[in-house]
């Protein structure tokens, strides 16, 4: 008869206020910390025009910003739901490696990074839990504005592409946007009818292309690289139901 009971208790705990949970048609805002594991790796820097080929021993990492992270959430019915993120973009400091590595020539490059997307999510459980896990899956739109490339490093190109004629000649970078696949997974907490803790852990797949092109007098010198980015990305925060 105890444990009977105890078991009981257990369930109204976990099913306790139905007022409380995320249901069809509810429309749930969530705003809070944002960190991205950029999980970026490059192939070697090429000089496609002129066609000098592959650069040895040359490649980049990402630097792991955090940002403010904002969601808007509209349940379809007590399970389904789409989300929607926005938020500040971060600031992505693009970092050599081997030959490039040298801490004068560094970061190679910022940029503001973007990737809207749009998820499908499955609330597992009933609407009357207040713990409520999901997963999702859905699509991101990835591109990069407020591309700077560090002056040191546009003098280094300078030098080189013209055979040591001048320091001068300004680059200008650009990466290819694209789509990404996404996957999610995380919960929330339903504290009251208004407010939920939330947390969650969503994983980007995608491949771009980096051009770097530098103004000579005479011509213009452009070089790419293949980047690989993977990032994993942390979202803590609370959320509003309306």
Not at 8 to 16: D, E, I, N, Q
Not at 81 to 89: C, D, H, V
Not at 136 to 154: L, W
Request: hydrophobic share 40%; net charge neutral; with cysteine.
């Amino acid at each position: 008869m105890k444990v009977t009971k105890l078991l009981a208790a257990g369930c109204a705990l976990l099913t306790w206020g139905v007022a409380h949970a995320q249901s069809k048609g509810d429309l749930v805002v969530g705003a809070g910390w944002l960190h991205v594991d950029s999980r970026l790796g490059t192939g070697e820097m090429s000089v496609i025009d002129p066609p000098l080929g592959s650069q040895p021993n040359t490649g980049a990492v990402a630097s792991n910003p955090n940002t403010l992270g904002l969601t808007l959430t509209y349940f379809l019915t007590d399970n389904i739901a789409t989300e929607t993120w926005l938020g500040i973009p971060p600031k992505i400091d693009l970092k050599g490696t081997g030959n490039l590595s040298n801490p004068a020539l560094n970061p190679l490059a910022t940029a503001r990074s973007w990737a809207p997307l749009m998820l499908f999510k499955y609330y597992i459980g009933e609407p009357t839990w207040k713990f409520r896990p999901f997963i999702g899956a859905g699509v991101a739109y990835k591109f990069d504005t407020d591309v700077r490339v560090n002056s040191a490093f546009q003098q280094v190109a300078s030098l080189e592409f013209s055979n040591g004629a001048t320091a001068s000649a300004p680059s200008s970078a650009h990466f290819k946007p694209g789509f990404a696949p996404v996957v999610s997974v995380g919960a929330n907490y339903n504290i009251d009818k208004h407010w939920a803790l939330t947390a969650s852990l969503t994983y980007l797949h995608f491949s771009s292309i980096g051009t770097i092109t530098t103004h000579l007098p005479t011509t213009d010198v452009v070089s790419q690289i293949k980047i690989h980015e993977n990032p994993l990305i942390s979202f803590v925060g609370v959320a509003y139901r309306f």
